[in-house]
């Protein structure tokens, strides 16, 4: 019955999406699903060389290795699979069920649980974390760009954003759950209204979408098909073990220098990849991967190294220390009416610290154990829960990565600290309160049920807000005793502490970093506008410059 209504509902949805204009022009060769130059790592020589070689096929590696092939011979090497072929994860419907799949050593969302309890998760798979999140789409904030200690060009970051927008990002359509939390968030004080709008802008907006009209995602791998083919080699299933450094003779101070990396592919086989002259090696594999592959590679903190028995290249105290992830709280209500499935669509852009978004999922619910009487449905019924959340800005408390083991297969060791710093909560207790504003507002009236006594009221699906929100102790306590992950971490090789500000990892030559881990925040509401834009922006840059000094 329930199933039969939700399924009705979303057709009549379907019909309405095929109005929405897309941003994005088809690509220029075709279904991706065709890239040819993507190969299982076995099919690799045990040793190669090229000018760069890009580590982690993600967010950020995609769109940098697409823009430098134009002009070299690039090898990416990704631990993972491509994502074309599984529903779970080129479809809007399946992005609970990529999440929650029991993790394997090769299922494409590695989940883990940071030292604080809170469980999160990373990608395993060509487009990286872009190929498993929610696919909101938003620029990031002016000040992002004052903050991140590096000079942005900004004509060319505009630029960069663009040439993304244009292979991957697309108009959504609202529907009743996304809509009325637009009017609330407008209700709630959040305003002007922008209508849609990929800026970042103070007020309530509709923003970008990686998931095209008909819910297909378009991930960062899509971005590869921008690639020259006769330039580039993506090999998936090769995992990068540690990058090759060796001393520069040429100087008279001896400096380390990348000069190839080692990757293992499913067989077991070592393999390497070697940098020609002038070449690179640039490390793309997120905020947990590359200060992994630094320390695994002897670039960290001497003692700590010492203690792994890792010998020590160069001593670098910041290498996975400064790690970053914005806490998420909110709520969630079961709708007496059915919902269509919906992702983020919609923000609130408060300048109290918080940002606002929602969510509908269709989730499979079984009855508790604990409950003797009913015996539990053999299948699962389906429910709509719908979501208000906010995230804060930042966030400023600090937190930090150790290894687990010497297997890169290993997921490091992450406390992120949430909270440690009191404006943290204090933003915290301002967006839940918000929330609280938002459920006030009319336009949630509808999601509201009929008691027995006449009145309405939520019937929300775990802890509702503190009764007197005005309370900021009750508020603080919400905030720690609910608090979740929106999957924004970020940090562990920041610009001015492990890279500078050309990405360059200082006191190694022919070594970068280029993705999410060198942010000191997260940047405007959901990071991965930026950090494609940043992949994009670094492989331009490093084109000009090497055709200006004419190699
Ligand atoms: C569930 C979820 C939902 C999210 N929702 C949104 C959203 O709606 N909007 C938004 O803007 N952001 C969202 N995010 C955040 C955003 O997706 C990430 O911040 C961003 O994708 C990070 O990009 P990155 O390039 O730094 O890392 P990644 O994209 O994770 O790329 C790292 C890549 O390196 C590979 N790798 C790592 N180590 C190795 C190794 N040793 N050898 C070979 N390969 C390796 C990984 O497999 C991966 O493909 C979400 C994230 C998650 C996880
Ligand atoms: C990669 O190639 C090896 C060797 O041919 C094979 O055993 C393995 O199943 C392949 N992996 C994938 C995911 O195709
Ligand atoms: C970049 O784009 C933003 C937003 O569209 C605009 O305000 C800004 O002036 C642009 N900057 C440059 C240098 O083109
Ligand atoms: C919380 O909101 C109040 C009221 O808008 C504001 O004055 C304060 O600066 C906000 N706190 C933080 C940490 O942003």
Same mark, same amino acid.
């Given at each position: 019955?329930?199933?039969?209504?939700?399924?009705?509902?979303?057709?009549?949805?379907?019909?309405?999406?095929?109005?929405?204009?897309? +941003? $994005?022009?088809?690509?220029?060769?075709?279904?991706?699903?065709?890239?040819?130059?993507?190969?299982?790592?076995?099919?690799?020589?045990?040793?190669?060389?090229?000018?760069?070689?890009?580590?982690?096929?993600?967010? $950020?590696?995609?769109?940098?290795?697409?823009? =430098?092939?134009?002009?070299?011979?690039? +090898?990416?090497?990704?631990?993972?699979?491509?994502?074309?072929?599984?529903?779970?994860?080129?479809?809007?419907?399946?992005?609970?069920?990529?999440?929650?799949?029991?993790?394997?050593?090769?299922?494409?969302?590695?989940?883990?649980?940071?030292?604080?309890?809170?469980?999160?998760?990373?990608?395993?798979?060509?487009?990286?974390?872009?190929?498993?999140?929610?696919?909101?789409?938003?620029?990031?904030?002016?000040?992002?760009?004052?903050?991140?200690?590096?000079?942005?060009?900004?004509?060319?970051?505009?630029?960069?954003?663009?040439?993304?927008?244009?292979?991957?990002?697309?108009?959504?359509?609202?529907?009743?759950?996304?809509? $009325?939390?637009?009017?609330?968030?407008?209700?709630?004080?959040?305003?002007?209204?922008?209508?849609?709008?990929?800026?970042?802008?103070?007020?309530?907006?509709?923003?970008?979408?990686?998931?095209?009209?008909?819910?297909?995602?378009?991930? $960062?791998?899509?971005?590869?098909?921008?690639?020259?083919?006769?330039?580039?080699?993506?090999?998936?299933?090769?995992?990068?073990?540690?990058?090759?450094?060796?001393?520069?003779?040429?100087?008279?101070?001896?400096?380390?220098?990348?000069?190839?990396?080692?990757?293992?592919?499913?067989?077991?086989?070592?393999?390497?990849?070697?940098?020609?002259?002038?070449?690179?090696?640039?490390?793309?594999?997120?905020?947990?991967?590359?200060?992994?592959?630094?320390?695994?590679?002897?670039?960290?903190?001497?003692?700590?190294?010492?203690?792994?028995?890792?010998?020590?290249?160069?001593?670098?105290?910041?290498?996975?220390?400064?790690?970053?992830?914005?806490?998420?709280?909110?709520?969630?209500?079961?709708?007496?009416?059915?919902?269509?499935?919906?992702?983020?669509?919609?923000?609130?852009?408060?300048?109290?610290?918080?940002?606002?978004?929602?969510?509908?999922?269709?989730?499979?619910?079984?009855?508790?154990?604990?409950?003797?009487?009913?015996?539990?449905?053999?299948?699962?019924?389906?429910?709509?829960?719908?979501?208000?959340?906010?995230?804060?800005?930042?966030?400023?408390?600090?937190?930090?990565?150790?290894?687990?083991?010497?297997?890169?297969?290993?997921?490091?060791?992450?406390?992120?600290?949430?909270?440690?710093?009191?404006?943290?909560?204090?933003?915290?207790?301002?967006?839940?309160?918000?929330?609280?504003?938002?459920?006030?507002?009319?336009?949630?009236?509808?999601?509201?049920?009929?008691?027995?006594?006449?009145?309405?009221?939520?019937?929300?699906?775990?802890?509702? =807000?503190?009764?007197?929100?005005?309370?900021?102790?009750?508020?603080?306590?919400?905030?720690?005793?609910?608090?979740?992950?929106?999957?924004?971490?970020?940090?562990?090789?920041?610009?001015?502490?492990?890279?500078?500000?050309?990405?360059?990892?200082?006191?190694?030559?022919?070594?970068?970093?280029?993705?999410?881990?060198?942010?000191?925040?997260?940047?405007?509401?959901?990071?991965?506008?930026?950090?494609?834009?940043?992949?994009?922006?670094?492989?331009?840059?490093?084109?000009?410059?090497?055709?200006?000094?004419?190699?």
């Amino acid at each position: 019955m329930q199933r039969a209504l939700v399924f009705r509902f979303q057709c009549t949805a379907i019909l309405f999406l095929f109005s929405a204009p897309p +941003l $994005a022009r088809p690509l220029p060769q075709g279904d991706p699903l065709y890239l040819n130059f993507a190969l299982n790592a076995t099919y690799f020589p045990t040793e190669d060389y090229y000018d760069y070689i890009v580590v982690g096929g993600g967010t $950020a590696g995609c769109p940098l290795a697409a823009t =430098l092939s134009q002009t070299f011979r690039v +090898l990416v090497l990704e631990r993972g699979g491509v994502p074309y072929g599984n529903q779970n994860l080129m479809n809007q419907e399946g992005f609970l069920t990529a999440l929650t799949e029991v993790d394997t050593y090769d299922s494409p969302a590695q989940t883990f649980t940071s030292e604080d309890g809170v469980l999160n998760a990373r990608g395993r798979v060509l487009g990286g974390s872009s190929a498993i999140n929610a696919g909101f789409y938003s620029r990031a904030d002016p000040e992002f760009y004052e903050s991140s200690g590096v000079d942005w060009d900004l004509s060319l970051v505009n630029q960069s954003y663009d040439w993304v927008e244009k292979g991957v990002v697309f108009r959504p359509e609202l529907r009743n759950w996304q809509s $009325a939390v637009r009017d609330a968030l407008l209700e709630a004080g959040i305003d002007p209204y922008h209508g849609f709008s990929l800026e970042h802008l103070v007020g309530t907006k509709i923003g970008g979408s990686t998931f095209d009209s008909s819910g297909k995602r378009h991930s $960062a791998a899509d971005l590869l098909n921008y690639a020259k083919p006769e330039n580039i080699k993506v090999a998936t299933y090769a995992s990068v073990e540690r990058v090759l450094l060796a001393s520069s003779s040429s100087n008279v101070m001896s400096r380390q220098s990348a000069i190839g990396i080692v990757f293992r592919d499913e067989m077991g086989r070592y393999h390497h990849a070697m940098v020609k002259e002038k070449g690179e090696v640039i490390l793309c594999a997120g905020a947990i991967g590359s200060p992994q592959l630094l320390l695994l590679s002897g670039i960290g903190p001497r003692p700590y190294l010492s203690s792994w028995g890792i010998p020590v290249v160069y001593h670098h105290p910041n290498v996975g220390q400064f790690v970053y992830d914005n806490p998420r709280n909110g709520i969630s209500i079961l709708p007496p009416i059915p919902l269509e499935y919906s992702l983020i669509q919609v923000a609130g852009i408060t300048e109290m610290g918080a940002y606002l978004e929602a969510a509908s999922n269709v989730i499979p619910f079984t009855t508790p154990s604990r409950s003797v009487f009913v015996r539990p449905p053999s299948s699962p019924l389906l429910l709509t829960v719908a979501t208000i959340m906010e995230k804060i800005v930042g966030p400023i408390s600090i937190g930090s990565l150790r290894l687990a083991s010497t297997d890169v297969r290993v997921n490091p060791i992450i406390r992120f600290n949430y909270f440690s710093n009191p404006i943290d909560l204090e933003r915290c207790v301002n967006g839940t309160r918000k929330i609280g504003d938002i459920l006030r507002s009319r336009s949630m009236d509808d999601f509201k049920f009929t008691e027995w006594s006449g009145g309405r009221n939520f019937r929300f699906v775990g802890p509702s =807000l503190p009764a007197d929100q005005s309370n900021y102790e009750m508020m603080a306590d919400f905030c720690r005793r609910t608090v979740s992950t929106i999957w924004h971490y970020h940090g562990g090789c920041v610009v001015g502490r492990v890279v500078d500000q050309n990405y360059h990892v200082t006191g190694i030559d022919a070594l970068r970093v280029v993705d999410g881990s060198t942010f000191t925040v997260s940047p405007g509401t959901n990071p991965q506008a930026t950090v494609m834009m940043l992949g994009r922006y670094v492989g331009m840059r490093i084109t000009k410059e090497r055709k200006r000094l004419k190699w």
